[in-house]
């Protein structure tokens, strides 16, 4: 089995380029995001629990998280794979889902990363938001989740380095163009 997490600032277009690398390898993907709004928009217990923590942008706390993963990999324990999607965020989570891997006899086994120039992600997200009628995606909110990703998310680079996991991807050009260099690295 093959674990891949697509890392990337929000924006960076992880959830596109997430669902082609499933199909092209016949992974499973999983989108922390997708599963959230999910729950969210079913009013189960969890949704809203979570609610009003991502209409404001900030974070799902790290061992719902888990426990959301570790459930997932169970369910799917025949897959060829995994892609995931916007997870981990935080060094907290990266070192939580390398025990809860190990747990279940996995690994990471690449950590493909998108890099986009901050002015690109921003239209993106406002355009997404548009397009789509995210709550989620405000400017005020857009603004929130950038400070946070930097904020949280970037050490995950120095963390996934020293693993010798860590490639980066210039996430900038058409949908096929940068699908083609994923998965040029994922081959390699």
Known sequence: MFNLILFGPP?????????KIAKEYNWKHISTGDILRAEV???????????????????VPDELLIEIMESVFLKHQNADGFVLDGFPRTLNQAEEL???LLKIGQKVDLVLALEVEVDELAARLVNRALE????D?????????????LHHTKPLVDYYKEKGTYREVYGVGTIDNIFNQLCSVIKS
């Open 41 to 59: 928009s079913g009013y189960t217990p969890l949704g809203l629990k979570v609610k009003a923590m991502m209409e404001a942008g900030h974070l």
């Open 137 to 149: 995606d405000t400017e005020e909110v857009i603004k929130h989740r950038l400070v946070q990703y």
């Open 98 to 100: 390398d025990r809860m």
């Open 11 to 19: 924006g960076a277009g992880k959830g596109t380029q997430a669902v």
């Open 132 to 135: 789509q009628g995210r709550k």
